[in-house]
């Protein structure tokens, strides 16, 4: 390697400054301009071209997964760790780079991490799963009977996950209405902050994954946001839950924070009460202490040239269900996990006000509108408005990739 | 091509009575001893190997799409209705096959014919919904809303879809007890009769599919065994359905069945009333005259080397939604079909006696056992069971590849 980017021109501390720094290294999937897409490494607002660093001999790596249009080989394999320390390594003794291991994210097109085996989506905040059961059960327990003892979840669409920045077209969908059903586009969009743990690891058929193995079979995780008709789905879901009130869409992060990156901000979870079987009982700490939040930017703020305002805050590390033991329930029947599989967390939401994961939730059902920075009402989200869902830990110095959407008309 | 086999050896005759014949050439994947999977035809009881075919230019097909080991690429395809035309012709015409085109079925494996990209499952009997709505409801409407208005359906899990013949473990799962919830193998372990249809030609991202072009998205059908955990499934559904209850397994038929083989068994599917919405409305006769049946073989049974116990009988012209209407809600909010999506009907169960599609209905959850022809009772299913599905159209003429598989003991 004659000609070289030294790692110092990758501007180190804007790299930390920006959450994307050393510690990070998220993986994704690029597409340099006139080229094939192909595994890469976030550091700051660059992306690391795997192939070409491969090729120059600066990290280890089968050439044929980090080729791939998809991090789901790469994922799978048991050298995450060490193709992690290589990386750092690099970074840290500030060796040259080849010129072509080096893209400015501006110039890719950052497209969806990996191709989705199956999603999951679970149903795991207490403060969400209370506060929903209110407005739909006012007069019974709002925690379904089962909550408490196992994490509650569906099986998602796998094939409408879309990258963060693919535009959420206005789904159409049957609702109830005054005279019986009616077919038109949704009148209750909403958006669902979310977090999401990628499978990298696959899990025998048949072999229930035990809680202390779990995270041993993710592979990092993403935020994610699950879009929802509330009229469709509210309309659809008895009995056997929701199906075109979600399918039309799923955004998730471009870059897959490893679970390697997040180690110092494990918590424990919330205390269970009553007591979890033994099958689920948590080992070790695997809350994770992740500031969330949601900036709505309505379309009159965006004509406006308006900031984002920030709708809602919650804290990852409140989920009553953690991600071990969602994954060890879904496979206690002996279902396997596969390399992809996408699990959920279901809506995050405190406990307090300014807290609310969605805007069911947010709004009351759309009986108590929230008002913007610009004295605006919402309820509902409107055609032109945009959803950005963000999460720090430790202050900034990690970041998830974002995941933004902008609402765009109903078909015509 | 010198030395050959003579099609009127492939017994012709035997072909036909078998339903198995010229007039209904499904497609599956077989794997010869020491070779690698292939895409084949099923003719009588011997699979004719399409690369060979192709090989010796006897078919015209892409080579890469035929040696791969699923379907999928193959029934992306827009010729597939050539495939079958050329295949017929050489049938007829008796053209002398290479050796190597030939497999007994005996000597090969058959596997899963598919790489199952969404799978969903419908609720579309009347008779089935009717009755299990009674059991759950007694006092109130046995059918949900919803029901007449739209095919309710669920995402169940694309991982655990299995071959035929692939043995059942009994899942272990949490249920209700009687001092709150237990884990353990489930006690009321069944069998659900469903049809579903695979998807071969996707459709675009964003745009709905109307109910007339549904077809030309459907590949073709398979018989479809939902295996299900009652009394896991009663614990976990509300609110967002099935999950463990379904998860652990769902076999299907190894060869999937063009829809051209069935297009002399079309008929009107039954009346709708009330009339549903316009997109929602049928076109064109989707009824499938299929006769459908359940056979039992206990564990008893199966030692005593008795055969099995036809235990139920339905018709799939019952289903009150059509697989178009199906599709076409599916993608009512712009989610697109993938090729190898499966969507199946739900268990399909006829309204007389013996017309029950899962033991669920048919011994009224448990209380009301069935009296096999061995004179003993049967409730839930018990380990070493063993159910197989079939399907005949036209008495005998064409007869879906049958779903069998046997309940293994749960996992000590």
Redesign the interface.
């Known amino acids: 390697v004659t000609e070289g980017t030294p790692v110092s021109a990758l501007d180190r501390e804007g790299a930390t400054r920006s959450g994307f720094g050393r510690d990070h290294l998220p993986l994704g999937v690029v597409r340099p301009p006139g080229a094939a897409p192909r595994c890469a490494v976030r550091y700051g607002d660059r992306a690391l071209d795997l192939p070409a660093l491969v090729r120059a001999r600066l990290v280890q790596a089968d050439p044929a997964l980090v080729t791939a249009p998809a991090l789901n080989e790469l994922l799978a394999g048991r050298d995450l760790d060490q193709l992690r320390a290589d990386l750092q390594g690099l970074l840290d003794r500030e060796v040259p780079l080849p010129a072509d291991a080096v893209h400015d994210l501006a110039d890719v097109v950052v497209g969806l991490p990996v191709a989705v085996?199956?999603y999951?989506d679970f149903?795991s905040s207490e403060a969400h799963a209370t506060r929903v059961g209110r407005l739909f059960r006012p007069d019974g327990d709002p925690l379904?009977?089962?909550w408490r003892?196992?994490p509650?979840?569906?099986?998602?669409?796998?094939?409408?996950v879309v990258a963060s920045g693919t535009p959420i077209?206005r789904?159409?969908?049957?609702r109830r209405g005054a005279d019986?059903?009616?077919?038109g586009p949704t009148r209750q969009l909403d958006y669902e902050l979310e977090l999401g743990v990628v499978v990298g690891r696959p899990s025998p058929?048949?072999?229930?994954v035990a809680v202390a193995e779990a995270p041993e079979h993710v592979a990092g995780i993403v935020l994610v946001n699950d879009w929802s008709?509330r009229d469709?789905q509210a309309?659809?879901?008895?009995?056997?839950?929701?199906?075109?009130g979600k399918?039309?869409?799923t955004s998730i992060g471009c870059w897959v924070t490893p679970l390697a990156a997040l180690e110092p901000f494990r918590v424990p979870g919330p205390p269970q009460s009553?007591a979890v079987?033994?099958?689920l009982a948590r080992e070790g700490r695997w809350g994770l202490d992740l500031q969330l939040e949601v900036a709505l930017r309505s379309a009159r703020m965006v004509r406006a040239g308006a900031p984002p305002d920030v709708v809602a805050r919650a804290d990852a590390a409140e989920l009553y269900w953690t991600f071990p033991q969602q994954l060890a329930?879904?496979t206690?029947?002996?279902?396997?996990?596969?390399t992809g599989?996408l699990c959920a967390s279901g809506t995050i939401s405190g406990r307090g006000d300014g807290a609310a994961g969605c805007l069911l939730e947010a709004t009351q059902a759309g009986r108590q509108p929230l008002v913007l920075a610009d004295g605006t009402e919402q309820t509902w989200l409107a055609d032109g408005d945009e959803v950005t869902l963000r999460a720090t830990a430790g202050g900034g110095a990690v970041r998830l990739a974002e995941v933004v959407g902008v609402v765009e008309p109903a078909?015509s």
């Open positions: 085996a199956d999951v149903y379904p009977e089962a003892h196992l509650i979840g569906y099986h998602g669409r796998s094939g409408t077209r789904p159409a969908g049957q019986g059903p009616e077919h058929p048949g072999r229930p008709a469709v309309w659809e879901y008895r009995p056997l839950g929701p199906l075109l399918s039309f869409a009553p079987l033994p099958t329930h879904l206690a029947n002996g279902a396997h996990l596969r599989d078909r």
